[in-house]
């Protein structure tokens, strides 16, 4: 089958597309796959790159885990397509499904998500032709969207979703996003205004209408005086929950803005995990702070639900063939897109 490797961390030239790669063979509890669009998600980038650190080293070269991966890999975690073949122990008339993958590699009684894998990490993922990945993962999906407009959903929304929920949002609450165009941005921003909450975005520059159109109440475009940004938009509204996927160093500022007894939960950092913050603004507000990551099988049925129910806008800025997916991820790097870019094999 035709893929494209990962043979190490490093550049973009660690990215190898090939035409003669073993097509996977499912085992017992698998589906075989036939990939139909397979989305690009921030962690493809880092997992590249080994970008996440260790405890004691932020530096330290590794995988999303903080652990070594093992190479080649594919990766691609956002995978919708057809399945083409079943596992011994799986029933034969799942093949013919058009699915939706849960990405998670569940541990334990299949809920565990904190010591999780992942696609396109501990297990070759969907920048392939084909995939083998377990049953109970593959999700029948029933939807007028297209493949492509489906990949864009399901780690980035999955992700928002989970924010969501361990930050009790709710019909009462005020949010702030930020990097609302982002994948996990714009998944935030749908699924809170579906709770009823009432959002404010922060987006780049030009940005802004398209946010609004998706349902943000609210948006302030990156650049100006965060706080005092916030501030005026809110119109007199105390500010109940920040969510945050960039980091770097508007985290005391926005701790700053929440009102006391607010939380805020973060699941990314791309403008840097390193952070300072006051632990007095932290203890004096009795402030919430969160770490999500990912989601589990109760998180991924609502957004399925929120998916099926036409809840949700797909927001796909560019499709590209297999062989580009070095330009696809030097695009996703650049961040001059809105939603998300996927690959269709």
């Known amino acids: 089958m035709r893929a494209v490797l990962l043979t190490g961390h490093g550049g973009l030239d660690k990215l190898v597309y090939r035409e003669d790669v073993a097509d996977p063979v499912p085992g017992p509890a698998d589906v075989l796959v036939r990939v139909g669009a ?43 397509g057809t399945v083409v073949a079943a596992g011994d122990d799986v029933h034969a008339d799942r093949v013919g499904e058009r699915v939706i993958v849960d990405n998670a590699l569940y541990t334990g009684n299949g809920e565990g998500l904190l010591d999780a894998g992942i696609l396109g990490s501990e297990r070759d993922g969907g920048f392939a ?8 993962n593959a999700h029948p999906i029933d939807s007028p969207l297209s493949d492509a407009e489906l990949a864009s959903f ?22 702030l996003v930020t990097g609302a165009s982002g994948g996990v941005g714009t998944g935030l921003v749908q699924l809170a205004k579906h709770r009823g909450a009432w959002v404010v975005a922060v987006v780049g520059p030009g940005k802004e209408d398209a946010i609004r159109a998706i349902g943000a109440d609210a948006v ?13 938009e809110l ?70 639900e929120a998916i099926e129910s036409g809840a949700l806008q797909p927001l796909v800025a560019a499709t590209y063939p297999l062989s580009e997916l070095r ?14 870019l996927v690959v269709v094999p």
């Open 38 to 80: 397979a989305g690009l998600n921030n962690t493809d980038v880092w997992t590249r790159e080994g970008a996440y650190g260790a405890q004691d080293d932020a530096a330290q070269v590794n995988g999303w885990r903080r652990e070594p991966l093992s190479f080649p890999l594919i990766q691609g975690a956002d995978i919708v």
């Open 129 to 136: 032709e084909l995939v083998a990945v377990p049953a109970v």
């Open 154 to 175: 399901p780690t980035a929304y999955v992700t928002a979703e989970r924010m969501l929920r361990r930050a009790r949002v709710d019909d009462r609450d005020t949010l």
């Open 220 to 232: 302030i475009a990156r650049g100006a005086p965060l706080g005092a940004a916030v501030e005026r």
């Open 235 to 304: 119109g007199g509204r105390s500010l109940d929950v920040v969510a945050d996927v960039v980091g770097g160093e508007s985290v005391g500022e926005l701790l700053n803005v929440l009102c006391p007894g607010g939380r805020y939960v973060v699941a990314g950092a791309i403008a840097g995990p390193v952070v300072t913050l006051d632990l007095r603004t932290v203890y004096l507000k009795q402030l919430d702070l969160l770490g999500s990551t990912m989601g589990d099988r109760s998180d991924f049925a609502r957004l399925l």
């Open 327 to 340: 330009r696809a991820q030097e695009d996703f790097m650049r961040k001059q897109f809105i939603g998300k």
